[in-house]
């Protein structure tokens, strides 16, 4: 009899026809939450975030932090990412490694452009620097691992974003967007237009919006569902990497991502002319 509740509470958790379970999705929202947050926060403003009532989202995140998954501060009262993610985040890198396998293409792009070269990968939206190979030149752009880029205001950003699910890129598109600079794009409207732009360009321009002086153009990666797994930059001062994109670096950059993507088996880039460059061959 038991046992038949408990299923009967399960099956009462899926969504319709669907086959996931609510509880699971909640939680997943609730530890990309916090991570996107980058800072502690309250249980009403999770709530209020995820669209949940409070004693509910209390029940999840008090599971969560018995399992280690959530700390709570004793005297703020407000909840962050508990140590355990961090070494489970370190066993994702290991068994599923871009990094690796984007380095040397990274390094090649790098020696072509003479720009320094970022890799990122999606976090809930955002972007999170996961490599640099840095330019051969005697000043350089330094970009610190681990970063999270915004997703509105950065190439490497809006890349996750146009490729992410519709229901994170409402929840980044409803609240307000934030300024960094005179030239970062917060009209959401035409930030919807921007992102479906990406999809079919694969390619996308960010110029002093994060900061004055440094300008981006990235291109993603994408695995054999043409789901992306990561996004691959040329950063450097506006007097290198500008818009309109220097074709040059536009057909370098994009023949980078594709050797990279057709390893993890994806067509996306098919029908795009972009040359198979000798130079990102690799046995």
Known sequence: MKAE???????????????FIQSVVITGQIIEALAAAGQPMRLTALASQLGEPKAK???HLSTLKHLGFVDQ?????????????VYIGQSAID??????????????????????????????GDAIINAVVESPNLVTISVRL?????????????????????????????RKLQAFTPRTLVDPVMM???????????????????????SA??????????ELVGAVAIVGTTQDVHEPVDPEQLKLLRSCTK???????????????????????FD
Do not use: C, W
């Open 259 to 281: 050797a990279i993507s057709l390893r993890l088996n994806s067509t996306a880039y098919e029908g795009l002319g972009i040359p198979n460059l000798r130079e990102f061959i």
């Open 5 to 19: 509740t408990l299923d009967r509470a399960e099956d009462e958790e899926r969504s319709g026809n669907s086959e």
């Open 192 to 214: 919807r237009e921007r992102l479906a732009q990406i999809r079919q360009q694969l390619f996308d321009v960010s110029m002093d919006e994060t900061l004055l002086g440094i």
């Open 146 to 174: 681990g970063y999270r880029l915004p997703a509105h205001a950065s190439a490497q950003g809006r890349l996750n974003l146009a490729f992410a699910p519709a229901a994170v890129q409402q929840r980044i598109l409803a």
């Open 95 to 124: 068994q599923f490694d871009l990094r690796r396998l984007a380095e040397p293409y990274m390094s090649r792009l790098r020696d072509l452009t003479r720009q320094t070269i970022v890799l990122s990968t999606p976090a809930n």
């Open 217 to 226: 153009v990235a291109a993603p990666i994408l695995n054999f569902d043409n």
């Open 73 to 85: 501060d004793a005297k703020t009262e407000t909840y962050r990412l508990g140590l355990k993610l």
């Open 57 to 59: 989202m209390h029940r």
